[in-house]
């Protein structure tokens, strides 16, 4: 069984920072992008940012995009979201995926997600 685990959500007000951590574990596919998703109240999730471990490319929403920085560790299978400058806009359950396909996981189509971890960003 695989589990992907999220933490360091929490509430921090307008202009600061949270650095978002995910973990996967279990029996693990070879894994070939890990990514996050938001989802805010009354809103569709949405795609945040990604990267492919081959390469090391990454990807963003325009709305994060020089505010948000993706990284993480292929060997360990982790992936972590440096958010700065963070809006209230911002304020959303945070969820990690990954999949053996990026483009599948940007379509939400795969099946590795965590349980979610919340933001709340206060104006």
């Known amino acids: 069984q695989v589990q992907l685990v999220e933490s360091g959500g929490g509430l921090v007000q307008a202009g600061g920072s949270l650095r978002l951590s995910c973990a996967a574990s279990?029996?693990?596919?070879?894994?070939?992008?890990m990514g996050w998703f938001r989802q805010a109240p009354g809103k569709e999730r949405e795609f945040v940012a990604g990267?492919?471990?081959?390469?090391?490319?990454?990807y963003y929403a325009d709305s994060v995009k020089g505010r948000f920085t993706i990284s993480g560790d292929n060997a360990k299978n982790t992936v972590y979201l440096q958010m700065n400058s963070l809006k209230p806009d911002d304020t959303a359950v945070y969820y990690c995926a990954a999949d053996v396909s990026y483009l599948r996981m940007i379509k939400q189509e795969g099946d590795y997600w965590g349980q979610g971890t919340q933001v709340t960003v206060s104006s």
């Open positions: 990267i492919k471990w081959s390469g090391a490319n990454t």
């Open positions: 279990g029996r693990t596919p070879s894994f070939t992008a």
